[in-house]
T-cell receptor
């Protein structure tokens, strides 16, 4: 069985602060994939990143960075110098061959960035 | 860009009605998925399909069925709608492959059952 835990339900920061969203996962698959999606107030889910279980390199994309650590089963997401437009619900998700590549989502973290 | 289109953004139906939610994708994706999203529960998989006429149950298939007669279209059917099926429904599609391809989502259908 696969499980994703996003322990932070809501986070509120002031613009320009850095913020880290936590994601912890459980899986028995040896090959698996982790994702982050953003859901802004308009409702559509936007794909941010995919990581496979064999690639533990951290990734940076502009103000976004991701820290994947197999040893702690975590895939954390950091936004540097947050902006109001970053306000959204962020979902971490996990999939693998055993689930037919259907995504198992965490419950999401609602991020509010205030001016 | 991939476009996943859900037929309705908002829908209001009555208890006991048969409800159809339609989803169409334009990128020739093999995989299609239906999720429901509820506050505090995140997204939960209802059904998915990896080919025409093929379907697999997700985590919460009870009270739902699906139809995939054409590759681009995946329909979710509420056989006899109940109030506990009031929710946001999200359709997604992705390429089939040996690796997990990113899923692309539609805008969602907010369904209210009265």
């Amino acid at each position: 069985a696969q499980k994703v835990t996003q322990a932070q339900t809501e986070i509120s920061v002031v613009e320009k602060e850095d913020v880290t969203l936590d994601c912890v996962y459980e899986t028995r698959d040896t090959t698996y994939y982790l994702f982050w999606y953003k859901q802004p107030p308009s409702g559509e889910l936007v794909f941010l990143i995919r990581r496979n279980s064999f690639d533990e390199q951290n990734e940076i994309s502009g103000r976004y960075s991701w820290n994947f650590q197999k040893s702690t089963s975590s895939f954390n997401f950091t936004i540097t110098a947050s902006q109001v437009v970053d306000s959204a619900v962020y979902f971490c998700a996990l999939t693998g061959y055993g689930s037919g590549y259907a995504l198992n989502f965490g419950k999401g973290t609602s991020l509010l960035v205030t001016p | 860009d991939v476009k996943v289109t859900q037929s309705s953004r908002y829908l209001v139906k009555r208890t006991g009605e048969k409800v159809f939610l339609e989803c169409v994708q334009d990128m020739d994706h093999e995989n299609m998925f239906w999720y429901r999203q509820d506050p505090g529960l995140g997204l939960r998989l209802i059904y998915f399909s990896y080919d025409v006429k093929m379907k697999e149950k997700g985590d919460i298939p009870e009270g739902y069925s699906v139809s995939r007669e054409k590759k681009e279209r995946f329909s979710l059917i509420l056989e006899s709608a109940s109030t506990n099926q009031t929710s946001m429904y999200l359709c997604a599609s992705s390429l089939l492959g040996g690796t997990a391809q990113p899923q692309h989502f539609g805008d969602g259908t907010r369904l209210s059952i009265l």
